[in-house]
């Protein structure tokens, strides 16, 4: 496997491990983008790639460099490539294919720069948002996404995700659930797909179930890492 894609696992669990970043930093910031593109061919590559990256910045960014809200989303901060980028470039330009942030996912940003839809995903992965961890209560837990082992760490992430926030009143036919399906309800294909994801991932028919949202809770929580 190209050395490239195993940068942003060795980044991830250097951090993890409260060990020394820099040195995979500069690899990261002095990677030739046609070697990066060409290492990450397809969305499996991309996805593994980047939700890595995100992981490990956001902690990299909050604990080392004591960067606060909302300059750790937007600010361009980190270096890949040669290009300074920002967690939202990652987050909603490469992961979730140009994405207008507060758009519900219904609108692209076709003014994206040419370097965000060179190294999009060509096609979005609900799934990347049980797996993204932004140092909050309501935050997934971070684990080290490797590219053989990618849909089944996407899958079980999703399934324990969604089970941990996931409350169904089977008399009133109501599930409580994470807000991330509200505040991205186009990735998981609208109030329909939801339903649908409920049924694939759980094995819960909620069909005639009305769905309502928990507080996210934005108390901070670092270090949340999977065993």
Same mark, same amino acid.
């Given at each position: ?49 980047? #939700?890595?990256?995100?992981?490990? &910045?956001?902690?990299? %960014?909050?604990?080392?460099? @004591?960067?606060?809200? !909302?300059?750790?989303? /937007? ?18 330009? #490469?992961?979730?294919?140009?994405? &207008?942030?507060?758009? %519900?996912?219904?609108?692209? @940003?076709?003014?994206? !720069?040419?370097?965000? /839809? ?110």
């Amino acid at each position: 496997m190209e050395v490239i894609i195993t940068i942003a696992e060795d980044l991830l669990l250097a951090v993890k491990r409260g060990e020394e970043t820099s040195k995979l930093a500069l690899q990261l910031a002095e990677l030739n983008l046609d070697r990066l593109t060409l290492a990450l061919q397809n969305d499996t590559l991309k996805k593994a790639f980047w #939700i890595n990256i995100y992981n490990a &910045y956001f902690q990299i %960014l909050r604990k080392e460099r @004591n960067i606060g809200k !909302p300059q750790i989303y /937007k600010s361009k901060l980190f270096t890949i490539v040669g290009q300074q980028l920002s967690l939202d470039d990652v987050e909603h330009g #490469i992961l979730r294919r140009y994405r &207008y942030k507060y758009s %519900l996912g219904f609108f692209a @940003n076709f003014l994206a !720069p040419n370097l965000i /839809k060179t190294l999009a995903v060509e096609k979005i992965d609900y799934r990347i948002h049980f797996a993204l961890n932004c140092g909050a209560k309501s935050c997934p837990p971070i684990a080290c996404y490797t590219v053989n082992h990618l849909e089944t760490q996407l899958d079980m992430a999703t399934q324990s995700f969604l089970e941990g926030e996931s409350q169904f009143d089977e008399v009133n036919k109501i599930v409580y659930t994470t807000t991330l399906f509200k505040w991205f309800l186009k990735d998981f294909g609208g109030i329909q797909g939801i339903k649908t994801i409920f049924y694939t991932q759980l094995n819960r028919d909620i069909a005639d179930y009305t769905i309502k949202y928990n507080t996210y809770s934005w108390e901070e929580a670092l270090d949340n890492y999977t065993t």
